[in-house]
Nanobody
């Protein structure tokens, strides 16, 4: 399995970005998908997840500003980020967790920088 994340960049506070992560090498619908982030000097933390059935879960700290979604036909998971804050600055990582086995994969990360 390979995960290719994209969509990061530099944005001003209050702006929006949409991250994408495409899965290849296996059946996308067999994987629960998620986004995590790691800010400089901090541990990696959960942002949001979406199950194979479409159930979503968000970290409380995201404050309703982020939306995770998946398109099984495109084998892609998305993270729509609105009202971005400087504290959202981090490397965002895509995660795929197999629904049948205890195996997961990580993408290479895409960097998001929010300027004040």
């Amino acid at each position: 399995v390979q995960l290719q994340a994209s969509g990061g960049g530099l944005v001003q506070a209050g702006g929006s970005l949409r991250l994408s992560c495409a899965l290849s090498g296996n059946i996308f619908s067999n994987y629960h998908m998620g986004w995590y982030r790691q800010a400089p000097g901090k541990e990696r933390e959960l942002v949001a997840t979406v199950t194979t059935g479409g159930t979503t879960n968000y970290a409380d700290s995201m404050g309703g500003r982020f939306t995770i979604s998946r398109d099984n036909t495109k084998r892609t998971v998305f993270l729509q980020m609105n009202s971005l804050k400087p504290e959202d600055t981090a490397v965002y990582y895509c995660n795929a967790r197999n629904k049948w086995r205890s195996v997961e994969y990580w993408g290479q990360g895409t960097e998001v920088t929010v300027s004040s």
